[in-house]
DNA sequence: TGCTACTTGCTTGTCGTCAACAAGTAAGAT
DNA sequence: ATCTTACTTGTTGACGACAAGCAAGTAGCA
């Protein structure tokens, strides 16, 4: 259709050979995005990736090998910009209010960027098929995830702020399968999710289940 | 290979029409559930579990009338053997009580049936992508799960067990999120959770949490 | 600067597999 | 004997994967 498939203005400046891969990658991981949303995994093909990104039916088999490898550099790719949330909100706290700020986070991410939100959780789910080939990358992501948050209750213990009989391991699990499953109950009927107040209850419950004991009670 | 395709002794005895197609039925619910368990949904084919089952590679198919409806048939399936164990541990009970009961029946149920666990939490899974077919199967499940779960916090509010300031609703979506995310991450990583752990401490946060003010505090 | 050899980005042709359907056969019902 | 239902086999179109080829960029050399 047009004449630079991306939409850049490149017509007096040729591109290096890495500039364009570079713009092909990112063309064909944004139509995809778009094709997960409206099709889901099943029925986006890779041709249709290709040629919604400009280019031929062919290039997204050529550049990521399969279609897991494709899903796999998506899912990688929105990753990355939800990590950047967690920073930007988490900074250097610990303790329930790290726990706090990333659920702050995490509201802030789906009301920002919800196409993300949801192709992210649509392939995380992908993952969870036996062979899937990128498995493993959900997996590393889920595990440093719950290393990142058995760390803010151990130091959240440590600075006395958590009580100290918690399983810091097991809060994690606990913490990201919350999480986790309210994405996807907001995926599969987001008519029937209030991530603010859902957010807002957890942070109280979080509160008053973790803190320290400040004198009363048991074991 | 065997004379009678699901194993059965039927040499003597002619079976109904009904009969025929139960057993058939059966046994291709019965050989996905275990393809999909051996390579997940994707690389599972009609095919392969029509002939599994000792049928034809058009059987499933033709009964199913596709890949989707074969799968919905399987989650209806496992989530009514899962219903039991439900109904088996919560029976009467009502508030904090029947959550930490459930918790219970799924611990069980994970534990006693773990293929028909993982099965339905990857079917769930396929559930999130668009124009899914079997979605509003999921959605009716995880729907009907969250009035059941929002009706013992009513309950256990009328009956002054839980405090009276929380919203049934949303304690009901946090606590299927979180069920179904543990199973999620059991699913992709079983070595990285331990359910009995993750249990008690859940319930354990439930009570401090739910429980309604016995004279101290706030608000 | 121009010419040539090489590399990398991308396209087109092709094959095997699978879901879906249609037409046919066999087994139970009336 | 006829009809209905269970099941099988033939076929088609779509898709993932691969391979061969074309085109655009890069580097060496005059």
Known sequence: MSTSPAGTACATQPLTQAERSAISDRAMIDAAIDLILERGTDKTTLAAIGEKAGYSRGLATYRFGSKAGLF????KSISRRWLEYLKQGVGEKTGVEAMCAALDAFLKFVTDAPRDARVLQILYCGAASPLSEYRTTSVNI??????????????GIANGTIRRDVDPKAIAAQ???????????????????????????MKRQLRVALAADTGSSST
């Not at 796999?72 to 899912?75: G, R, Y």
């Not at 440093?144 to 209750?153: G, N």
């Not at 990201?176 to 209850?201: C, H, K, Q, T």
């Open 72 to 75: 796999d550099a998506v899912c």
């Open 142 to 155: 889920h595990s440093k995830q719950q290393e990142d948050v058995a760390r803010w209750v151990r130091d």
């Open 175 to 201: 913490y990201i399968a919350y999480i986790g499953g309210m994405n996807y109950l907001w995926v599969i009927n987001p008519d029937s999710i209030d991530f603010r107040r859902a957010n807002e209850d």
